[in-house]
């Protein structure tokens, strides 16, 4: 019997097992869970997991809705999953929404596939490749002294003075304007400014003041709305076709409209047809170059724009400002083609082209000068390299180093060493006198150096030195041939760093230059730490311990600094700022307490604000204390708030101030902008390692979840065993910052997460924990019984215990909370884990046929 009871036990062991282990593979337990601090990526990593488990975007919903999630937080955590959806997607097509330029009906073939920005001048000018380039016509232009009226047109026709008449009135089919009480009058084909001549001819009949030597009246014509004309392109364009355009439309509103000219395209012989006949032909060099179109490129209705192939190309490259591939006309010589290229760079080598051409199945290089450029006709196919000027100086030295004013300087005949320090202002203090370099430049442009005693040169003990082009004198200085010296001051000064070293450099000088020292510096056993040049006992420096005065007074005994030494002012050991706790709630004088010594403890501070009330509730009294993830302003900032606070109270009364004051309030906010500079950089090595430390903390926890780290935490207190034995293990040591918190006494406790209806209730006593969980209806269906726990007013939690199918609940005091988690979903059970299960019981039944098998023989 023994042996069946043990195998009974260790079955529903491992039953209960297995049960944890597959709600251990379950989604995220929404109780208690911010939507504000799911981060974008947490919700992404949710949705992929659900998806893996087989849940649906509805199911996810559903399992924060059955967790607690209000209605409109499951409205807000559905917008967040749309919006993650939604940037996804946008991130998946965002190189073809940018590739993406719509520029009506015609040009969507043109815009779904890639086009080569095109090295011939001009051609990407009109066509969709320029996005931000548009020349659609506009309405707004004043009439062209040119424009030919035609049916369609509308006429503003004003008569002003001492006759007032208005008209408005549309050109007919018939070419007639009709004007009310006027009659019919022809006005298609004529320009406006004819047009105004036949009207004002027509109207003087009816309005006399408008004719004779002194007119009293005023006629003023202009067009409204230009009719629509309708033009046909053809040829090497991008988009042929026949387009409906503003009478006030150009060659180049046409070619735009088309989408450009194409890569075999002319823009020298742009052909216009009108009647069946050539009209003109317009060459768009002229604009491009100049902006300067012909009167000619104004088109009309039926007109037919017709761009040919070009017929000569040559190339332009180097040191030209654009350069290309350019089309010439015959007649065209190389002057112009560099015109046309913006002409000559700043780098170019303007006297001299290299032509490349192609001559009878072969290249053929020839060189082309100057005098001849505006009489050499260039072929097609040409290609001119405009070379550049050459990066040498013909009649340069230098002077480097020591001297007032280096630099390059042209090099005379006969120009010596001296004669060029005589040019750069003479040598500086700091030169050195033993040793100067000159580095020759040699004909196959290898270097050699020469070097000289520039004390004797200058003395006149050694000859002179006659430079060459290109040489390089380099007068040494004697910080150029050592180390840059320098001292350094740390610790409790105001502006610590490091300082340059002056010969005789005391402790006091260096501490005065870092600003002073601080309220709370020692001025004894002030450490400086000294380089050792080469130490046998494997020292690696020398640590010397001086005391100075602290107004930084002269001392016949001041001790001398070296170069390189590191001054450390230490912090006085009795040196304190005020610390403050407070005490909030049932005392007799709740408020800021200053911590009167390093052991005060709570009992101490009670006794100070005056005891317990009658309405305090002792036993929910707690303690709250910063944590380390408390963000603690440091000296300096709070030295700056200080400051700030003295300033307004300068600003009560600006008026009053008097002469002391305003020096006073001159100094403050002199230190306020030192400060300010130079909080960011007196981080010293401990806040650093705290920071360090923090972020390590944070990486460490964000890797098992997502975890709340608290500025401030709640220290549960026994504070009846406090006041009843004070100085014991239960009467903490009070820490700056701390708050001592003592309630009004609880009447009720509260019941939060899987109950039927959450709410709060009347406390009882000796009543248990199921007793307050009826009387929130019990526990849903979804609730993790054995996972309950009770929150105490003062902080501390206490959990269900249990063990197989007994649970011990926790004790319920007046204020405490009753927190019900919920279960999380389970994993539907796979085939397999069906199988694996199968093979387990099947093992577990052999054993119990041995036992039994055993117990028998027995």
Do not use: C
Request: aromatic fraction near 8%.
């Amino acid at each position: 019997m023994v042996s069946r009871f043990l195998v009974f036990v260790f079955l529903q062991l491992f039953l209960v097992g297995f049960s944890d282990n597959l709600q251990s593979q379950t989604l995220l337990d929404f109780t208690g869970v911010k939507l504000e601090k799911l981060s974008d990526q947490r919700i992404q990593s949710l949705m992929r997991q659900a998806t893996a488990l087989g849940y649906s975007e509805s199911d996810l919903l559903e399992l924060a809705r059955q967790q607690g999630w209000s209605s409109s937080e499951i409205d807000q955590f559905r917008q967040r999953i749309d919006n993650v959806k939604t940037s996804r997607i946008s991130e998946a097509s965002s190189d073809i929404i940018s590739d993406s330029r719509l520029r009506g009906a015609y040009f969507d073939s043109l815009n779904s596939k890639s086009r080569v920005i095109s090295d011939v001048f001009g051609l990407d000018f009109f066509g969709n490749k320029s996005p931000f380039l548009s020349f659609g016509s506009s309405q707004n232009l004043p009439t062209p002294a040119n424009y030919i009226l035609g049916p369609g047109d509308e006429l503003f026709i004003d008569i002003y003075g001492s006759s007032e008449q208005y008209y408005q009135a549309e050109i007919s089919p018939d070419g007639i304007v009709l004007l009310e009480n006027i009659g019919p009058i022809h006005v298609s084909g004529l320009r406006i400014e004819e047009a105004k001549r036949v009207l004002k001819q027509k109207l003087s009949g009816f309005y006399k003041e408008l004719v004779g030597s002194n007119p009293k009246s005023s006629l003023g014509v202009s067009l409204g709305s230009a009719r629509s004309i309708s033009v046909s392109i053809a040829g090497e364009v991008e988009v042929p076709g026949t387009y409906n355009l503003s009478a006030f439309s150009t060659v180049l509103n046409a070619l735009y409209l088309s989408g450009g000219v194409r890569e075999n395209g002319t823009l020298r012989e742009i052909k216009i047809v009108r009647g069946g006949k050539l009209t003109s032909t317009i060459d768009l060099y002229p604009y491009l170059v100049d902006g300067m179109l012909s009167d000619e490129g104004w088109l009309k209705d039926g007109d037919v724009v017709i761009v040919g192939v070009y017929t000569n190309r040559v190339s332009l490259a180097g040191e030209v400002k654009r350069a290309g591939r350019f089309e010439l006309k015959e007649g065209e010589n190389l002057e112009d083609l560099i015109r046309f290229g913006g002409g000559f760079s700043e780098f170019a080598l303007t006297k001299q082209i290299s032509l490349t051409r192609n001559l009878e199945g072969e290249k053929f290089v020839s060189d082309i000068f100057a005098q001849q450029f505006p009489l050499f006709e260039p072929k097609p196919g040409d290609i001119y390299n405009i070379p550049r000027v050459l990066d040498r100086f013909r009649n340069r030295v230098q002077v480097k180093g020591a001297v007032f004013r280096p630099g390059d300087y042209a090099i005379e005949d006969g120009l010596t060493v001296t004669q060029l320090i005589d040019k750069a202002a003479g040598l500086k203090g700091d030169a050195v006198f033993q040793r100067a370099l000159i580095v020759r430049t040699k004909p196959d442009l290898s270097t050699e150096n020469i070097s000289f005693d520039l004390g004797q040169l200058i003395e006149g003990k050694t000859s002179d030195i006659t430079l060459e082009r290109e040489d390089v004198l380099q007068i040494f200085s004697i910080h150029d041939l050592g180390e840059e010296q320098y001292v350094e001051v740390s610790g409790e000064v105001n502006n610590g760093g490091i300082f340059g070293f002056s010969d005789n450099m005391t402790i006091e000088d260096l501490i005065a230059l870092a600003g002073g020292l601080k309220s709370s510096a020692s001025s004894s056993r002030i450490e400086i730490t000294r380089r050792l040049g080469d130490s046998e006992s494997g020292a690696i420096s020398e640590v010397l311990v001086r005391d100075i005065q602290n107004d930084l007074k002269l001392s016949d005994s001041s001790f001398v600094l070296m170069p390189y030494d590191h001054v450390l002012v230490r912090k006085n050991p009795n040196f304190f700022t005020q610390r403050f706790v407070v005490v909030e709630g049932q005392v007799e004088f709740p408020g800021d307490y200053a911590i009167k010594d390093q052991n005060e403890r709570i009992s101490s501070l009670l006794e100070r604000s005056g005891g317990v009330n009658q309405f305090a509730f002792v036993e929910g009294a707690s303690l709250l204390r910063k944590t380390e993830f408390y963000s603690e302003s440091s000296d300096i900032e709070l030295q700056i708030n200080d400051l700030q606070m003295l300033l307004e109270r300068f600003d009560e009364n600006p008026e009053s101030l008097t002469e002391s004051q305003l020096a006073q309030l001159e100094r403050i906010n002199g230190e306020l902008e030192k400060l300010s500079n130079s909080a960011e950089e007196n981080q010293n090595l401990s806040s650093f390692a705290k920071r360090e430390r923090l972020k390590e903390i944070v990486k460490r926890n964000t890797l098992y979840g997502e975890v709340e780290l608290k500025e401030s935490e709640a220290i549960g207190i026994d504070l009846e065993k406090i006041l009843a034995n004070p100085g014991s293990k239960h009467d903490l040591i009070l820490q700056e910052g701390d708050v001592l918190v003592i309630p009004k006494e609880a009447e009720t406790v509260r019941l939060r997460g899987r109950v039927l209806y959450p709410t709060t209730v009347l406390f009882e006593k000796e009543r248990s924990l199921r007793h307050f969980i009826d009387k929130a209806g019990g526990f849903d269906n979804r609730a993790k019984r054995r996972g309950t726990y009770v929150i105490y007013p003062n902080g501390s939690v206490a959990r269900t215990k249990g063990f197989l199918f007994f649970r011990n609940y926790p004790k319920v005091t007046a204020g405490s909370e009753i927190i019900v988690p919920a279960k999380p979903p389970k994993i539907p059970v796979t085939p397999g884990e069906i199988i694996g299960i199968t093979s387990g019981l099947a093992t577990l039944a052999l054993l119990v046929s041995q036992i039994d098998f055993s117990s028998s023989g027995n």
